[in-house]
């Protein structure tokens, strides 16, 4: 079955760029869209962008100028940028499955999520 | 703050039945979006319970059910077990995010 693997450095300086990639093993990438969410330790789930058809994205209004996703088929993975970072961006990050869903989809499989801290 | 309201706990003792509700506005809920649960035991991913307002997916105990009605949604469980024990987020579409999606706030339930 399809498996989701995100990684990436848990550690990023203030004001630097976070890159990180989730590994999509069992299947197809080219087969689904994609999302990404985060939570920060203690707090609820907060949801990042999605990207349909490996290039069309949407990402939150509170993060899109600093967010970038993108799907290389070729590496069957998926991958995330968010520039600028604080420590407002400390968090576990998943990288998470959608399925179709007619009044809007929902995320069926996640992955187990990658902590990342920002700190100097 | 979410768009999306829920309350921060319930709880409720074996074997008893709760809800959790989300609350929403006419820019998600009430606009048509489906309403999807997800399960979040502490230290691990968040599961799907519900998607599409009501439909369980494959290996979800028929013990868990959504509902929908106007601008707001529910989560019931019914005869609750320990292991229910965890945290539930809602989670829609609001036309104000330009296509992207929300979850609500979180309701941590305790099994007493």
């Keep these: 079955q399809v498996q989701l693997q995100e990684s990436g450095p848990g550690l990023v300086k203030p004001s630097e760029t976070l890159s990180l990639t989730c590994a999509v093993s ?14 920060p330790a203690g707090k609820g789930l907060e949801w990042i962008g999605h990207i349909y058809n490996g290039e069309n994205t949407y990402y939150s209004p509170s993060l899109r100028s600093r967010v970038t996703m993108s799907v290389d088929t070729s590496k069957n993975q998926l991958s995330l940028r968010v520039n600028s970072v604080s420590a407002a961006d400390t968090a576990v990050y998943y990288c998470a499955r959608l399925i179709s869903v007619a009044g809007g989809d929902a ?12 700190s100097s | 703050q979410s768009v999306l309201t829920q309350p921060p706990s319930v709880s409720g003792a074996p074997g008893q039945r709760v809800t959790i509700s989300c609350t929403g506005s006419s820019s998600n809920i009430g606009a048509g979006y489906d309403v999807h649960w997800y399960q979040q035991v502490p230290g691990t991913a968040p599961k799907l319970l519900i998607y599409g307002d009501r439909y369980r997916p494959s290996g979800v105990s028929d013990r868990f059910s959504g509902s929908k009605s106007g601008t ?39 099994v007493l």
């Design chain 1, 26 to 39: 069992g299947g197809s990438i080219s087969s689904y869209s994609w999302g990404w969410v985060r939570q």
């Design chain 1, 107 to 118: 995320f069926d499989l996640w992955g187990q999520g990658t902590m990342v801290t920002v």
């Design chain 2, 72 to 110: 707001s949604a529910s989560l019931a469980i019914t005869g609750l077990q320990t292991e229910d024990e965890a945290d539930y987020y809602c989670q829609s579409y609001d036309s104000s995010l330009s296509g992207s999606g929300v979850f609500g706030g979180g309701t941590k339930l305790t």
